[in-house]
């Protein structure tokens, strides 16, 4: 008996500690001359204060990393908005297509349900590039932002010229706290197992 209670106790408590939302997403950086394969996807969820993500995805060299940082506005007062470029906002040349104003407000809408009606657009330098394909690069992003910020990695070389950006599948917008499908997983698993066992011991009484 005390050996089912145990087991149960562990099993919860398993269950809870991994229902915690994550603090690492991948953002996938992808050479701007790929433009088709930089368009595409869904920006990735991840809960407000989330301070740690990875960049993964080119094997440039000698490059600097920098995150661009998307706060949501109700009104146009916003630096990017619909008459403006993303990255002559930001002052990156040669100025990107992607990501448009159209494309970014859709992105808020379908992750938060929100509607922006302009950007304050900013960006701030990791350091270095020291990832690659394989290897990720760390980066701290900064916690207490409003939900539905959303954050862009890029690189700029030795000349400040624009030489990669993660597209919307890698991109990462601030939500709610809501534990991941994954941890959702784990946490149901763990109950069940407690109902299970709980079950088990009436039907023996």
Not at 115 to 139: E, I, K, L, P, R
Request: hydrophobic letters at 45%.
């Amino acid at each position: 008996m005390i050996r089912k209670t145990l087991l149960v106790l562990a099993l919860a408590t398993v269950a809870l500690c991994y229902s915690a939302p994550a603090m690492a997403d991948n953002i996938h950086l992808c050479d701007i001359n790929q433009f088709t394969t930089c368009n595409a996807g869904n920006a990735i969820q991840v809960s407000v204060g989330t301070t740690q993500a990875w960049a993964f995805g080119t094997a440039n060299s000698s490059e600097t990393l920098f995150i661009a940082v998307l706060t949501p506005n109700t009104g146009t007062g916003g630096n990017f908005n619909s008459s403006t470029n993303l990255w002559a906002v930001l002052g990156v040349s040669p100025t990107q297509v992607f990501p448009n104003f159209a494309s970014t407000v859709s992105q808020e809408q379908l992750a938060t349900g929100m509607t922006a009606g302009s950007f304050s657009a900013t960006s701030f330098q990791v350091g270095a590039w020291t990832g690659n394909v394989n290897v990720g690069q760390s980066v701290t992003l900064p916690g207490g932002v409003p939900a539905g910020t959303i954050f862009i990695a890029f690189l700029l070389d030795s000349s400040g010229n624009l030489v990669a950006v993660s597209p919307w599948s890698s991109s990462l917008i601030t939500t709610t706290n809501v534990p991941e499908p994954s941890s959702m997983l784990l946490l149901g698993t763990g109950l069940l197992a407690l109902g299970a066992l709980a079950g088990r011991r009436f039907l023996t009484n």
